[in-house]
């Protein structure tokens, strides 16, 4: 039996504030409460190192896609200044089949704080021809807007309840090396389905920054075409390295990932020298139910078999 990812289950965020959070995600995203947030999600008792557990969490869901949202009132702050090239960033990109509609949404909310400039743009051909806006939640998580062309990839999202938010698209994180993560996801069991680079006047704007010329560089576990990772490797600016954060710190957004035959993924895992490996175990065969470990870069990945 093959060992490696099956899927990326969820992404995972910290909030100080649990009501606040939620009420932006759903009224200015689109999300649905799937969980009562007074409850703890089941995926926590399976994370080692956590420390210390959230006071309360949430489940959102987006079409067939999923957020948890934990609270821990006096977590680290997200970085102060931070930008889109730097080391610590990892953004959520919801599909939106109405970009004016969703751009309006958001301004009518008033709950976060917008990265690009001037707006939703639109990049080149080059770049896939999609219509983006960057922002950040009430946390300083960032997030991105994003509409394919009319010919693109809109056709897989089914409608939701007439919502203008279809689902998640993807998960995007910078890195400092982009073939030494490439190599890192690789060992999960992700496969390289694209690359390019960006760079330009639209992407100067999406990511508020004076030039802008970086790699992407997608992958996606075999045979699953969505929500997959993308590496965003910045030639230009060069992405500052942020301090590793802790599990329970808000700029520790973690990926959880469907696993099949974990402990052997494991042994691979440690024999290639990948470090920071925890993981959970079972009382009676001590056999591996989830690990936490970190990327070359530090963003951190849950597995769960």
Same mark, same amino acid.
């Given at each position: 039996?093959?060992?490696?990812?099956?899927?990326?289950?969820?992404?995972?965020?910290?909030?100080?504030?649990?009501?606040?959070?939620?009420?932006?995600?759903?009224?200015?995203?689109?999300?649905?409460?799937?969980?009562?947030?007074?409850?703890?999600?089941?995926?926590?008792?399976?994370?080692?190192?956590?420390?210390?557990?959230?006071?309360?969490?949430?489940?959102l869901s987006l079409g067939m896609q999923q957020i948890v949202l934990s609270e821990f009132p006096s977590a680290k702050p997200y970085h102060t200044g931070a930008t889109s090239a730097d080391l610590c960033f990892q953004h959520c990109a919801i599909v939106v089949d109405d970009m004016g509609a969703a751009y309006a949404r958001w301004l009518a909310y008033r709950g976060g704080v917008a990265i690009s400039r001037n707006g939703p743009q639109r990049l080149p051909p080059t770049s896939g021809g999609v219509m983006a806006f960057k922002f950040r939640d009430?946390?300083?998580?960032?997030?991105?807007?994003?509409?394919?062309?009319?010919?693109?990839?809109?056709?897989?999202?089914?409608?939701?309840?007439?919502?203008?938010?279809?689902?998640?698209?993807?998960?995007?994180?910078?890195?400092?090396?982009?073939?030494?993560?490439?190599?890192?996801?690789?060992?999960?069991?992700?496969?390289?389905?694209?690359?390019?680079?960006?760079?330009?006047? /639209?992407?100067?704007?999406?990511?508020?920054?004076?030039?802008?010329? @970086?790699?992407?560089?997608? =992958? &996606?576990? !075999?045979? %699953?075409?969505?929500?997959?990772?993308?590496?965003?490797?910045?030639?230009?600016?060069?992405?500052?390295?942020?301090?590793?954060?802790?599990?329970?710190?808000?700029? /520790?957004?973690?990926?959880?990932?469907?696993?099949?035959?974990?402990? @052997?993924?494991?042994?691979? =895992? &440690?024999? !290639?020298? %990948?470090?920071?490996?925890?993981?959970?175990?079972?009382?009676?065969?001590?056999?591996?139910?989830?690990?936490?470990?970190?990327?070359?870069?530090?963003?951190?990945?849950?597995?769960?078999?």
């Amino acid at each position: 039996m093959n060992a490696g990812v099956q899927r990326l289950l969820w992404i995972e965020r910290n909030v100080a504030n649990l009501d606040r959070a939620v009420a932006f995600y759903r009224d200015a995203l689109g999300f649905k409460v799937e969980r009562d947030p007074k409850a703890t999600p089941q995926a926590w008792r399976n994370v080692p190192r956590i420390g210390k557990h959230p006071t309360r969490s949430a489940r959102l869901s987006l079409g067939m896609q999923q957020i948890v949202l934990s609270e821990f009132p006096s977590a680290k702050p997200y970085h102060t200044g931070a930008t889109s090239a730097d080391l610590c960033f990892q953004h959520c990109a919801i599909v939106v089949d109405d970009m004016g509609a969703a751009y309006a949404r958001w301004l009518a909310y008033r709950g976060g704080v917008a990265i690009s400039r001037n707006g939703p743009q639109r990049l080149p051909p080059t770049s896939g021809g999609v219509m983006a806006f960057k922002f950040r939640d009430p946390d300083g998580h960032p997030l991105e807007l994003i509409s394919f062309p009319s010919d693109g990839e809109n056709g897989i999202w089914p409608p939701q309840d007439n919502d203008v938010a279809l689902g998640i698209d993807h998960t995007a994180i910078s890195v400092s090396n982009t073939e030494r993560s490439v190599v890192f996801y690789q060992r999960l069991g992700f496969e390289v389905s694209s690359r390019g680079v960006n760079r330009g006047p /639209a992407q100067q704007c999406l990511d508020n920054l004076a030039e802008v010329e @970086v790699d992407v560089i997608a =992958l &996606r576990p !075999a045979n %699953v075409q969505t929500p997959h990772l993308e590496l965003l490797g910045y030639r230009v600016p060069q992405g500052r390295k942020c301090p590793n954060p802790g599990v329970c710190d808000i700029s /520790a957004d973690r990926m959880v990932l469907q696993t099949q035959n974990l402990p @052997v993924l494991l042994d691979k =895992l &440690r024999d !290639a020298h %990948v470090g920071h490996i925890t993981t959970r175990t079972t009382e009676s065969t001590q056999s591996a139910l989830a690990a936490l470990l970190s990327d070359p870069d530090g963003h951190w990945v849950v597995l769960l078999e």
